[in-house]
């Protein structure tokens, strides 16, 4: 498990994706100029910020931006990757399997969706077609650097107690590093704008353990991890 998270890990560490040079100046100044951190004041702000973000290229074959849903003044944040093909499509987080198997985990753990926000650490879903289908890639990490200032606008105007990182990039956007989770979950770390974080595995990367037993084990301990989370925050 921990050998295909390092793969993830090693995936995100990558080299950024070289920004296209073909995207309109106009465009860029748009999306920089208008959105200072100062106009953020509000979570349809940043939704509507995130709808014309060209921080990176990823915009370009996506749908929509997707940006977290929940109460602006949930107690818990969970920060995800990026949207799937679902998520991409419908412009809500976790919707998708691996948002079925979250909402499962969710409901066992005691920890009420509605009361908890949902969120990526990358807005636009990353990916490459493979016939009629679209296949998710992992996004690099000058993308999920360039996407932290929506994580860190969500993070400034929900202000919850407690964030839970699901996976290799979502412990990246939060944590500005990469940390093995295997050996990292089940102890809340202080965070600088004074949250306590935890890190579990990603709902997609149980979905893929071909094993049964691991599989169990993962999906096991992310209910413990959002027990645990859900606790902390309450
Ligand atoms: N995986 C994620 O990380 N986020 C989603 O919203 C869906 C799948």
Known sequence: MEEAQSRTETMVAAQPAKPSERTPKAALKHAHGSYGEGDLTNLDAVAAGI????RCDLWRHATQGVPGLGPAKAVLMIVGEQPGD???????????????????????????RDRVFVTNAVKHFKHEPRGKRRLHKTPDRGEVQACRWWLDAERRLVRPK???????TAVQAVFGKALPIGKTRGQPLAL???????????????????????KDRAYAELVADLRQAWKLAE
């Open 86 to 112: 679902q998520e991409d499509l419908q412009g809500v987080p976790f919707v998708g399997p691996a948002g079925q198997l979250l909402d499962r985990a969710m409901a066992e753990a005691g920890a009420p």
């Open 51 to 54: 709808q014309v973000c060209r």
């Open 162 to 168: 407690v964030i839970l990182a699901l996976g290799a």
């Open 192 to 214: 600088d704008g004074g949250e306590q974080a935890l890190v579990s595995w990603h709902p997609s990367f149980m979905l893929r353990i071909p094993d049964r037993d691991a």
